[in-house]
């Protein structure tokens, strides 16, 4: 993947950070009270959308996206059990997803330019396979004053609803993870009732300069903007062993074309979508339709003038 310039990762070797505090209720706290301000989802899969909802979970909005997913918990002798938020910094989240057991939300930390005329590849932290690694800056915003805090309710959203997480939870590509989360109104606010429209048009802002930003932000991060035609070629792996029988085309995890014939090759009229981000997924099936690779880029797409 190309891209962003060399980032440093903060507190990466102090994994235990995040799962020092028990939950809320078990130490005797009350949970969140105050009524929902917003919710938090994340789509756990490689540039996954990061989205927040200011009216219940009907709309959302992306305001991020995940570099990595998580594929694992990370044992807690700490978490009781209850569904919530652990630990809430500016250096991420700790989400107690069953006895013992967490599940954490990281963010980037700041970029560290290289030196000019050099370009690097896209520099991970250390994997942490419990962990859900996203695009968005610590401590600002969802890291910051609008963090979830320490008791939010959290769980997997299956359908329309948001349903516990189950026993023996293995995070996987398909989950959606859901923060319900509730923020009390600063000290000195006027009005109880002009808080949650201000933690509504906080929300929408960050969406609208999320999708702003995308063309620059790729640019600066050695990623593709492409407009009119683009042509998505299949790659697949030398010497594979199982037979390809079919590949399939998705953009934003929505199949747009299969082939079953040799070479394997789309051309691709990015008219057809909005201006913005979008993922695109190339896949490649054996004679079971099971799935033998797949590759995932994030791109900009760019048609409208400037």
Not at 17 to 28: H, I, Q, S, T, V
Not at 45 to 74: I, N
Not at 135 to 147: H, I, K, S, V
Not at 228 to 247: F, Q, S
Request: charged fraction near 20%.
């Amino acid at each position: 993947m190309n891209g962003l310039t060399r980032r440093q990762w903060v507190g990466a070797a102090a994994g235990a950070l995040f799962c020092l505090a028990a939950d809320a209720r078990a130490e005797g706290a009350a949970p969140v009270e105050h009524a929902e301000s917003y919710r938090l989802r994340l789509h756990n899969q490689e540039f996954g959308p990061v989205e927040a909802s200011a009216d219940g979970g009907h709309t959302w909005a992306t305001v991020g996206r995940v570099l990595r997913s998580a594929t694992a918990t990370v044992p807690d002798r700490t978490a009781s059990g209850a569904e919530a938020v652990l630990r809430s910094t500016g250096l991420g989240l700790a989400i107690c997803i069953g006895p013992s057991l967490a599940l954490k939300v990281r963010p980037f930390h700041s970029v560290v330019p290289l030196a000019r005329g050099k370009s690097s590849k896209i520099r991970l932290p250390p994997p942490e396979l419990g962990a859900v690694l996203t695009n968005l800056e610590q401590e600002r915003e969802l890291f910051g004053d609008l963090a979830p805090p320490e008791g939010s309710p959290a769980g997997l959203q299956m359908g329309d609803s948001i349903q516990p997480f189950p026993q023996d939870y293995a995070p996987s590509a398909e989950d959606r993870i859901v923060i319900r989360v509730s923020l009390p109104a600063p000290a000195g606010e006027r009005s109880a009732e002009s808080w949650p429209s201000r933690v509504r048009k906080r929300i929408e802002a960050l969406a609208k300069a999320y999708a702003s930003e995308a063309a620059g932000r790729a640019r600066s991060e050695g990623r593709s903007v492409v407009s009119g035609n683009l042509t998505l070629n299949a790659r697949l792996p030398a010497g594979e062993p199982d037979p390809i029988a079919a590949v399939t085309y998705s953009v934003d995890d929505q199949v747009i074309a299969a082939q079953n014939v040799a070479p394997f090759s789309y051309v691709w009229d990015t008219r057809r979508v909005q201006d913005g981000e979008h993922v695109v997924e190339i896949r490649a099936l054996n004679g079971s339709a099971n799935v033998v690779t797949r590759v995932r880029a994030l791109i900009v797409i760019a048609n409208s003038a400037p």
